[in-house]
T-cell receptor, first 111, second 116 residues
């Protein structure tokens, strides 16, 4: 039961460029989270944005949330090779028992 | 260090040979969950537990069992593994039993299982 869907599926950029990933979801939410996964490793929480927030920053990360469009975006500024990973948005399922993840955006940053 | 520890990290087994993937967290978290990750299908929840002795099915529970006898441990049991259970498995935990979108999940490093 997919709630969030990321776009694009894959993104290749050069070091120093900005990377933008988008997430669309289907039902009303209270919060939306973004996670990163390095190849074959566990997911790591990046940032949480609440439904009453429009934008949130954490270091080189900027997340926006548009509840009217049911969408969120993750911007990574001044990308580094170490940012190469898959990025997932996540929201709670209807039952409140699980985080539901999109299929992710795979970001490749080349030096 | 606060972490979720899974073992084994890699396992190749044969159809029908019972196996257990262990999961342990040292953060006194109430909520624990198992996910499997497959190409094109993303992460799907197998089972979850809100507290000791309280477990429930996720989206893909068939062929799996879990138990939560202690707060820190949440093993995943494959009684009779089949090739379609070849996957990358993740255990995750969260502080609160009142699971909401504000709960941040801490993931283990993953267990890659191959069933021949």
């Amino acid at each position: 039961s997919q709630q969030g869907e990321e776009d694009p599926q894959a993104l290749s950029i050069q070091e120093g460029e900005n990377a933008t990933m988008n997430c669309s979801y289907k039902t009303s939410i209270n919060n939306l989270q973004w996670y990163r996964q390095n190849s074959g490793r566990g997911l790591v929480h990046l940032i949480l944005i609440r439904s009453n927030e429009r934008e949130k920053h954490s270091g080189r990360l900027r997340v926006t949330l548009d509840t009217s469009k049911k969408s969120s975006s993750l911007l990574i500024t001044a990308s580094r090779a170490a940012d190469t990973a898959s990025y997932f948005c996540a929201t709670v399922n209807q039952a409140g028992t699980a985080l539901i993840f999109g299929k992710g955006t795979t970001l490749s940053v080349s030096s | 260090e606060a972490q979720v520890t899974q073992n084994p990290r890699y396992l190749i087994t044969v159809t029908g040979k019972k196996l257990t993937v262990t999961c342990s967290q040292n953060m006194n978290h109430e909520y624990m969950s198992w996910y499997r990750q497959d190409p094109g299908l993303g992460l799907r929840q197998i089972y979850y537990s809100m507290n000791v002795e309280v477990t429930d099915k996720g989206d893909v529970p068939e062929g799996y069992k879990v138990s939560r006898k202690e707060k820190r441990n949440f093993p995943l049991i494959l009684e009779s593994p089949s090739p379609n259970q070849t996957s990358l498995y993740f255990c995750a935990s969260s502080l609160s039993r009142q699971f909401s979108g504000a709960n941040v999940l801490t993931f283990g490093a993953g267990s890659r299982l191959t069933v021949l």
